[in-house]
């Protein structure tokens, strides 16, 4: 946890006095029923403005601040964002010290696994490359203060394109992972950690239900072996009916998943939960917790648009934006089959601005941007302010999972919870 204000501290030690890992804790008491109907926000750090609204969203609706960084964002080499684990760490810490934050406030790593990171995948990296590459990722993070992994080996660049990975492998190496992240941290005498472990994508295996339990079977009996069952994971990601291009939640799913990871002391988290159209249903159907990202990032962008259009002079941002897209050379692994081989100006109209929406993400730090940006912000000066305005969408966007998720007011309830019996 990195806020270590007097209230943001009382609330950790209410949740877990005994030093365990905090979002283990708070799950733990969601199972047992002190905190009912209540799913945990991840938000995405995907940009300097995202990070920022959502710390303030924790201080205006008293909650925890959770966000899930993915290996592309955040990484020993700098991400798409610019920051290292340690750099984003400070970078968190300074702002909620600026603002006067006194909410607990938790780094957590999204998908760490071999060639989950787009330059493993483009440098050709073999399996143990791209291992030993994850492991430096994983002690980088522990190191920073992170306080969840999410443990994610369900891709494998060396089977055919779509084919499954075969779950004992799955198995093995979430077990590795863990196995060195844990060895890391005692060897280090740092704080324990939670886990996260699996994914919503159907190349990963674990779309199918029997499959499903045969991962938890075996992720259960492979920690009790290595004397690691004090590392079980604290959320399972599921396929709950949402992806990137699908927005309908599915509770039944959700339930029937929760079902199966419950026994082990553990949630179901969705990802991909980006303007899905029921998110009040998630709570309702026992979810853990959820991750939102590329719908803040579209919140960036829609907000800067709108305040081009409303001062009527051209920064040349909207058009530096998708220039700077198109030379990322990230945006076609977004295309549908029937737009492959297209150029990003070949697109049809609207599905070449939702690709420069949500790869936006990926070139907000590129020179080209920020200097359209800064010009942006200099012709509305003195008529808007335009850096509160797009906080203020993107911090729009954020409520609305606080308010569906039951989230305001969770550092309050966390104060009054009892003490779990011995």
């Known amino acids: 946890m990195l806020n270590q ?3 943001a501290r009382a609330v950790l030690d209410a949740v877990a006095p005994e030093g365990a890992p905090f979002l283990k804790a708070v799950i733990g008491r969601m199972i047992d029923g002190a905190l009912p109907n209540t799913t945990l926000l991840a938000v995405c750090p995907n940009s300097e403005a995202v990070t920022r609204a959502a710390l303030r969203v924790g201080k205006a609706a ?3 601040v959770l966000f899930a960084a993915t290996l592309n964002q955040v990484d020993t080499d700098g991400g798409y964002t610019g920051w290292t684990p340690d750099a984003f760490v400070r970078f968190v810490a ?12 938790l780094p957590c790593l999204d998908h760490g696994g071999p060639w989950l990171k787009d330059a493993h995948t483009r440098d050709g990296l073999s399996l143990d490359a791209t291992m030993e590459a994850v492991e430096r990722s994983l002690e980088a993070c522990l190191d920073a203060g992170y ?3 999410h443990i994610d ?13 075969p779950i004992e492998r799955v198995v093995e ?10 060895a890391y941290r005692q060897r280090r005498g740092l704080a324990p950690v939670a886990y996260e472990v699996g994914t919503e994508e159907v190349h990963g295996g674990l779309a199918d239900a029997a499959v499903f339990e045969r991962f938890l079977t075996g992720l259960d009996a492979g920690l009790r072996e290595r004397d690691l069952a004090h590392a079980w994971p604290c959320f399972v990601v599921g396929k709950v009916g949402t992806d990137l291009h699908t927005t309908e939640f599915d509770p039944a799913v959700a339930r ?6 419950r026994p082990f002391g553990a949630l179901v988290k969705g990802h991909y939960s980006d303007y899905v159209d029921n998110p009040q249903d998630y709570p309702l159907a026992g979810m853990g917790g959820a991750n939102v990202g590329p719908e803040f990032t579209e919140e960036e962008v829609l907000a800067l648009a709108e305040l081009e259009r409303e001062i009527g002079r051209d920064s040349g941002f909207m058009g530096a934006l998708e220039a700077a897209v198109d030379r990322s050379g990230r945006w076609p692994k977004w295309l549908q089959p029937d737009e492959e081989g297209q150029g990003l100006a070949d697109l049809a109209p609207e599905r070449r601005g ?9 070139v907000w730090t590129d020179p080209e941007v920020e200097a359209a940006r800064a010009r942006l912000y200099a012709n509305l000066e003195g008529t808007r302010d335009a850096d509160a305005f797009v906080l203020w969408r993107i911090e729009t966007a954020i409520l609305k999972y606080v308010h569906a998720f039951h989230l305001v007011g969770l550092n309050a309830r966390l104060l009054e919870l009892q003490p779990v019996e011995a």
């Open 5 to 7: 204000t007097p209230r």
């Open 62 to 64: 008293d909650v925890p």
């Open 94 to 105: 300074a702002e909620a010290e600026r603002i006067g934050l006194d909410t607990p406030v």
């Open 147 to 149: 306080a969840l992994l």
């Open 153 to 165: 080996p369900t891709v494998d660049r060396t089977l055919p394109k779509d084919a499954p990975v």
């Open 173 to 182: 190496r979430t077990l590795a992972l863990i196995a060195h992240a844990e």
């Open 256 to 261: 029937d998943l929760t079902s199966r990871v």
């Open 354 to 362: 939702w690709i420069v929406r949500t790869c936006a993400r990926y």
